[in-house]
C-alpha cells in the first residue's frame, strides 16, 4: 500500500487549497476507510475528515466543518481534500491515512489505529 500526497503549500487566510492522496493497493469499497489527518506545529496530530469505506460516507470534523471536504474519484484511485476559507490556525502538515475494514460515518471522530500512512504535504495559511 501507498499514500502519496501532494497539494500542499503557502495560502493567504481565506483562500483555498485542493489536497491530493494518490493510492496504490487499496479499494476504495468496504475494505478500507480513508482519513485525512493533520499536525500542527508542536501539537498532536488530529483528524480532518474520513470516509466511511463500505456506506460511502463523508465526514468532516466539527473544527472544519463547512469549510473542509473529503471526496474520492474512484476511477483515479485518488482521495482529495478541499479546504476552503482557510484559517492561520489550519496551518500544518496535512496526512493520508487508510485503515483496513468499513467503519460507521465519523469514525475519524474516535481514536482508531491506522493501518497506513502518507509521508505527508505541508500547509502554512499566512494572516
Known sequence: VQLVESGGGLVQAGGSLRL????????????YAIAWFRQAPEKGREAVACTGGGDGSLY????????????????????????????????????????????????CDYDYPIDYW??????????
Not at 489550519?90 to 468499513?102: L, P
Not at 505527508?120 to 494572516?127: D, E, Y
Open 20 to 31: 491530493s492522496c494518490q493510492t496504490s493497493g487499496i479499494t476504495f469499497d468496504h475494505r
Open 60 to 107: 468532516s470534523v466539527d473544527s472544519v466543518k463547512g469549510r473542509f471536504t473529503i471526496f474520492t474519484d474512484n476511477a483515479k484511485n485518488t482521495v482529495y481534500l478541499q479546504m476552503n476559507s482557510l484559517k492561520p490556525e489550519d496551518t500544518g502538515v496535512y496526512y493520508c491515512a487508510a485503515k483496513r475494514g468499513a467503519y460507521n460515518r465519523g469514525w
Open 118 to 127: 502518507g509521508k505527508g504535504t505541508p500547509v502554512t495559511v499566512s494572516s
